[in-house]
C-alpha cells in the first residue's frame, strides 16, 4: 500500500486521478444526457425512465455516493493541484501566450470547475432534493424552466460545461499514457465532438421543455 500512497501523493498521482475520475464523469454525463432525452418522447416516457431509474432502488444509492466520492476526489484534488501551480509560480507572467496548444478550456479548467460545482448544488436543490409528494419530475420539469432566467442560467451552465470537458476528455487520455503522435489528434478531436454533444444536448433540453410549458 506505501507504493500506492507514495504514488498519489506526487503530482503525477493527483494528476492520475483527476484523469480517472474526471473521464468517470464524462461518462455519466453521456447516461444522463441518454435518461434526459426521453422527455422528447412525451410526459409519459420521461416518467417510465424515472420510474425505472427509482425501480433500481439501493443501486442508485450506491450510485450516487459513487458519484459524490469521486466529485470529493476530483474536486479536492483539482483545488490542489491548482495551489501548487501557484506556490510553484507566485509571479504571473507579463504575457500570457496561448502557445503549446493552450485553449481557452485549459485555461479555465479551475474557474469553469467551481462554477459547474455551484451549477451542480442548484441543479441538485432543484430537480432532486425537493418534496416530490403531490408532484413528479415532469411538472418540476416543465415549472421550473418556464423561468426564462432559469432557462439562461442552465444554458450557460451548460457552455462551461462543454467548454470543462473539451480540455479535460483529451488530456485525460493523455494523463493516462495515450500520448501518441499518431491517436492523440484524433482523441483531441473526439474531445471537441463530445463538448459539442454535451453543450447542444443538455442546452436545448430547457429551451424544448419551455416551449412545451
Request: positive net charge; glycine residues 10%.
Amino acid at each position: 500500500m506505501n507504493w500506492l500512497t507514495n504514488t498519489l501523493g506526487t503530482s503525477i498521482g493527483k494528476k492520475l486521478m483527476m484523469a480517472i475520475t474526471g473521464l468517470c464523469f464524462c461518462g455519466f454525463l453521456v447516461v444522463h444526457l441518454i435518461g434526459n432525452l426521453t422527455i422528447y418522447g412525451g410526459k409519459e416516457m420521461f416518467l417510465s425512465y424515472v420510474d425505472h431509474l427509482h425501480a433500481l432502488g439501493k443501486l442508485i444509492t450506491v450510485a450516487e455516493w459513487g458519484l459524490v466520492i469521486l466529485a470529493l476526489i476530483h474536486i479536492l484534488t483539482g483545488l490542489t493541484l491548482f495551489y501548487q501551480n501557484l506556490q510553484s509560480r507566485p509571479v504571473n507572467y507579463q504575457v500570457k501566450k496561448a502557445a503549446g496548444g493552450r485553449t481557452i478550456g485549459s485555461a479555465t479548467m479551475p474557474y469553469s470547475g467551481i462554477l459547474i460545482l455551484l451549477f451542480v448544488l442548484l441543479h441538485l436543490f432543484t430537480f432532486r432534493f425537493v418534496d416530490k409528494t403531490n408532484i413528479n419530475d415532469f411538472i418540476i420539469l416543465t415549472q421550473t424552466f418556464v423561468s426564462f432566467a432559469f432557462v439562461l442560467i442552465y444554458i450557460i451552465a451548460v457552455v462551461i460545461v462543454a467548454i470543462h470537458v473539451s480540455h479535460g476528455f483529451w488530456s485525460g487520455f493523455q494523463t493516462l499514457g495515450l500520448n501518441h503522435a499518431k491517436y492523440m489528434p484524433i482523441i483531441m478531436g473526439l474531445g471537441i465532438v463530445f463538448s459539442i454533444v454535451v453543450g447542444v444536448g443538455f442546452g436545448f433540453i430547457p429551451i424544448y421543455v419551455s416551449l412545451i410549458a
